[in-house]
């Protein structure tokens, strides 16, 4: 059983989520913005957050700003719920950090399907906190990157990018593998999204963003030869 924080000003829709969850064997806590939600944050740290986009006092976009920054919250898993369909939309709810996307109206099997497979990667995620390779150092449990001891500064998604290839090394991994693992399946991100972190990351990175190899009509791998 998790506990599930629902951040939703709609009381009709946070009553169906959280009659759903319940009925799925978690408990749930639901707010209708995102001061009492905060509030509620200082004192028990939920397992997941079901997280609206548009919130009477604070957007849900700020609020994961937020959640990222912190230590203490940043590894909370984050489903976005919004009425907003685009794909700019998903990438920038994506890219902030969110774990997964939910666009309304959708179902409540689809919602428990969502949760359970979220909490089950969570469960599944590799410990190791410190990677090493060739001049390139991540530390998982900072969330910091180095190349030649000098932080690299890189986006939510960019660092999920790289921390990825980085536990497989010298494993070619396909494309769709990668969009399913960062960006998620359902989520329908176009492909090119990929090939443009590919190419911010490497940039960043500077000399250590040759480990990056692209093997053609397949995917990534990183290996240092």
């Given amino acids: 059983m998790a506990l599930i924080y629902i951040v ?6 946070s009553e169906i989520e959280s009659f759903s969850l319940k009925n799925a064997g978690h408990e749930t806590k639901e707010f209708a913005d995102g001061k009492s939600f905060s509030r509620e944050l200082m004192e028990k740290k939920p397992d997941l957050i079901l997280l609206d986009v548009m919130l ?5 976009l700020t609020i994961l700003k937020k959640l990222r920054e912190r230590r203490e919250t940043r590894k909370i898993p984050v489903i976005m719920v919004t009425a907003k ?5 998903k990438v920038k709810g994506l890219d902030n950090g969110a774990d997964d996307y939910m666009t309304k109206p959708f179902g409540v099997m689809e919602l428990v399907s969502r949760v359970k497979a979220l909490l089950r990667r969570v469960g ?7 990677m090493r390779i060739g001049d390139l150092v991540i530390d998982d449990e900072k969330r910091k990157v180095f190349v030649e001891d000098k932080p690299v500064e890189l986006t939510y998604k960019e660092y999920e990018l790289l921390h990825y290839l980085a536990q497989n090394q010298e494993i070619v991994l396909p494309r769709d593998s ?3 693992h960062i ?8 492909s090119r999204t990929l090939d443009v972190h590919i190419k911010t990351l490497r940039h960043k990175l500077g000399e250590a963003g ?3 190899k692209t093997v053609r ?7 240092l030869v």
């Avoid at 009509?217 to 290996?223: D, E, I, P, R, W």
């Fill in 8 to 13: 939703e000003d709609d009381k009709n829709i």
């Fill in 56 to 60: 009477p006092d604070e957007d849900g």
């Fill in 85 to 89: 369909t685009t794909e700019l939309d």
């Fill in 124 to 130: 599944d995620q590799d410990s190791e906190k410190i």
């Fill in 178 to 180: 990668i969009m399913e």
């Fill in 183 to 190: 960006w998620h399946a359902n989520c329908e991100i176009e």
């Fill in 210 to 212: 040759k480990y990056i």
């Fill in 217 to 223: 009509n397949v995917g990534y791998c990183m290996n």
